[in-house]
């Protein structure tokens, strides 16, 4: 294996190979900034470009775009609260409250770090479950995919602590807006009012700039007026990098478990970062010793949520080359350029030379290290415009994410629809629901309803119960969802005994 790796390394490192994952890197880390385009969409526009490549050099100029935007988007997530890339969605809920409470650079440093351990555990895991590759994803089917939403859902109780209700009012609220559109079953529109633009459901992308960027950029304006976004700073000192760095290392349990569920939610296909990010980040909010303060700077979510995003491309990757099967949106965009240029996808690939994996795998490290050095140099000095006055930030951010929503579909609607959803999102946070749970209700919704049908018409209602992988998740989700409870009963008796 390592001297593929190296061969491999080499092959990539050839002239001009540097070159073109230079360019790539800086294409995604632009796109990673605007918001709205996106990983994807990037890397399909850039396909194009790489007729006239040589495969090798293709495959890591495609790989070098998909994944440097994820590190751009952290940079506008963390500081502006605007997610570049949909998965990066969720690094806004503790990123932007540490910006504004002067740790800026501490979840830059925390979030860039913590992806690099996410990609390269992704990539270790890919290597070495590759032999097994067909038992682990055929195990996966409709009941466990209906659980794995299940579970996800059950995090709107984890993370609206004090406020379940209210949490799961906005979940509920989330689920209504995931059914508009097609039925899955028998294809008539619901709650489409005789729009064909809603005929796909809601996008993703214009809810979640509208929700988080949208609302902020409206309270930045109309409540703190010439403010600027930092409201506080770390006494004694501002925050640096390292201490990112080492709050990634002292939080380890973190950063493992979160590269475990992103692995796992990646072999699902469909799935995607912007499901891995938000269940890691819940699941860190339920090990955590303070969960209390997950949603107003906790760093453990910062971490969670990158290292997830990016331990995903890893097993993303494993249905991709394994079966052709992509694990998500940017991996069905990277098989299309994969095909393009004649990778051997599928079992003869496994059964073949496994040189082109090494390829692969290198091809999505070399660049995201070289994005890294260069989110933390850039990043760094971008700090500086979260200390603008908010009455000159706002209207130029809010600009800039329209016109991203914009750039998607170059549709008018989304714009429209961005909009909607900021004034929603404001009205949420100035009365105590929770943005977090309707986003993660509207991810999951769609597969949560399919999965369901799939599962009745194929296994029948017992399916959820037979299957071993259903049945633990079942389980686990029962125990999340159920343990505080009983905690707090056994607790309360306790405490009535001493009495």
Known sequence: M?????????????????????????????????????????????????????????????????????????????????????????????????TRAGRAAEALGAATFGSIIGAVFGMAMLLAVLPLARNIVLAFSYPEFFMIAISGLVMIATLTRGQTYKGL????????????????????????FGQLYL????????????????????????TRGSASIVESTIEGRQSTLLDGVRSTIRH?????????????????????????????????ARMSKHPEQFGHGAVEGVIAAETANDADKGGGLLPTIAFGIPGGTLMAVLLA????????????LLRGD??????????????????????????????????LRGDVLAPV???????????????????????????VGYAMERNGFSRIALVIALVLGGLVEASLHQTLGTFGIGGFVTRPISLGLLAVTLVALLG?????RIQTAGMAGAA
């Open 2 to 98: 390592i001297e593929g790796l190296v061969s491999a390394t080499a092959q990539v490192l050839t002239w001009p190979g540097p070159a073109f994952i230079i360019l790539g890197v800086a294409v995604g880390l632009v796109v990673g900034v605007l918001p709205g385009i996106g990983g994807a969409g990037a890397t399909a526009l850039m396909i194009p470009i790489t007729y006239a490549m040589e495969p090798e050099h293709a495959i890591a100029f495609l790989f070098a775009v998909a994944t440097s935007s994820g590190l751009g988007g952290q940079i506008t997530a963390i500081l502006v609260n605007i997610p570049g890339d949909p998965p990066n969605a969720a690094t806004t809920l503790d990123g932007y409250p540490m």
């Open 169 to 192: 009012i906005a979940g509920g609220v989330g689920l209504l807006l995931a059914f508009i559109g097609l039925d899955p079953i028998n294809g008539n529109p619901r709650f489409t």
């Open 199 to 222: 005929w796909d459901g809601i996008d993703i992308v214009p809810a979640l700039v509208g929700l988080f960027a949208g609302a902020e950029m409206l309270s930045l304006y109309s």
């Open 252 to 284: 380890w349990r973190t950063v493992v478990v979160s590269s475990i569920v992103g692995f796992l939610v990646g072999l699902v296909p469909g799935l995607g970062g912007t499901v891995a990010s938000f269940m890691a980040y819940g699941q860190a």
């Open 337 to 348: 350029g994969l095909l393009l240029h004649g990778v051997p996808i599928g079992p003869q």
């Open 354 to 387: 496994l040189h082109i994996v090494y390829v692969l795998v290198v091809s999505s490290l070399i660049p995201r290290f070289l994005a890294a050095i260069v989110v933390l140099a850039v990043g760094a000095r971008a700090i500086v415009i979260t200390r």
């Open 397 to 423: 951010i809010s600009v800039v994410s329209l016109i991203g929503v914009y750039a998607v579909n170059n549709e008018v609607r989304d714009v429209v629809l961005a909009l909607a959803f900021a004034y």
């Open 484 to 488: 505080p409870l009983v905690r707090r």
